[in-house]
């Protein structure tokens, strides 16, 4: 079992730039692939980074690539993702989940990949 709890959301400008946090128990978190997705209203839940368990490899949805960096702390058990140049249409509530099947040095852009789901946190990008 694996938990997973972001923080980091909240309301800014175009422009700004926020960092989300996901804390996640458990040993084996250096072996699993971390995922940051987001859901804006009315809209399917998106992928929007992943990074391998062993860091060597990380893959971006070509929306937020060149402004987003996803990195992990294996030693405090923790995924981020910098949000740099923020634009009003990045507003959604963002979720970071778990991907515990793929191998350390791979990452998948599938939810249906990722079996632990934290509960979300929202950031809102006004214009």
């Known amino acids: 079992q694996v938990q997973l709890v972001e923080s980091g959301g909240g309301l800014v400008q175009a422009g700004d730039s926020l960092r989300l946090s996901c804390a996640a128990s458990g040993r084996a978190f250096t072996t699993y692939a971390m995922g940051w997705f987001r859901q804006a209203p009315g809209k399917e839940r998106e992928f929007v980074a992943g990074?391998?368990?062993?860091?060597?490899?990380?893959y971006y949805a070509d929306s937020v690539k060149g402004r987003f960096t996803i990195s992990r702390d294996n030693a405090k058990n923790t995924v981020y993702l910098q949000m740099n140049s923020l634009e009003p249409d990045d507003t959604a509530v963002y979720y970071c989940?778990?991907?515990?099947?793929?191998?350390?040095?791979?990452?998948?852009?599938?939810?249906?990949?990722?079996?632990?789901w934290g509960q979300g946190t929202q950031v809102t990008v006004s214009s």
């Open positions: 989940a778990t991907d515990t099947k793929v191998a350390p040095f791979a990452v998948r852009s599938s939810s249906r990949s990722y079996d632990y």
């Open positions: 990074i391998s368990g062993s860091s060597s490899a990380t």
